[in-house]
């Protein structure tokens, strides 16, 4: 709708002055000259919707996966991603990839700002991850990582490049 107006509007900016130069008969139908959008709106569908919604949780995903897992291998960069997914299942966090990203202290680059710079380096490699671990998960006892020792939640796990992990 808004084109539509803006474009009028335009068509009426640029048309009156031209059809004014070549006299009075020009600028009489100046004030007719209406150019329509071609643009044709309609409403996303509910499957259209869920499916943004999926992607822009699969790019959140990548995007916590580069931001706290930079400079380790693909493995190292699955059990992060492991991490969030195994969250997302267990009874005793919130039901979806956003609001387990989001929930109080979960994850650093969330509280420091990191997460937003994280957007703009994420590569093929952590979508990789994220693809790999929606196919089939490498650890699905993952619920928490750290860096330099083991969390004081959870039970002590393993430890894979820079983080240690933990489960229940």
């Known amino acids: 709708m808004m084109r539509n107006i803006l474009s009028m509007i335009l068509a009426g900016i640029i048309a009156a ?3 004014a130069a070549a006299g009075p008969k020009w600028e009489a139908e100046a004030q007719k000259i209406w ?5 044709i709106v309609t409403e996303d569908t509910q499957e259209q919707i869920e499916e943004e919604i999926y992607q822009g949780e699969l790019a959140l ?3 916590v996966a580069w931001a706290e897992a930079e400079g380790e291998d693909l493995m190292g ?4 991603v492991d ?3 195994n969250r997302v299942e267990s009874p005793d966090f919130p039901n979806t990839i ?3 990203v989001f929930q109080r202290n979960a994850f650093a680059p969330v509280m420091d700002g990191r997460l937003l710079e994280a957007y703009q380096h994420v590569t093929a490699e952590e979508y990789e991850a994220v693809t790999m671990e929606l196919e089939h998960r490498q650890d699905p006892n993952v619920l928490y990582f750290t860096a330099g020792e083991y ?3 959870g039970s002590p796990l393993y430890r894979y490049g820079n983080h240690y992990f933990s489960g229940r």
Do not use: D, F, G, N
């Open 17 to 19: 002055p031209i059809c």
């Open 35 to 39: 150019i329509p959008s071609r643009e």
């Open 61 to 63: 995903v990548a995007a």
């Open 77 to 80: 960069k699955r059990l992060v």
């Open 83 to 85: 991490t969030i997914l």
């Open 98 to 100: 956003t609001e387990v």
């Open 151 to 153: 969390s004081s939640y």
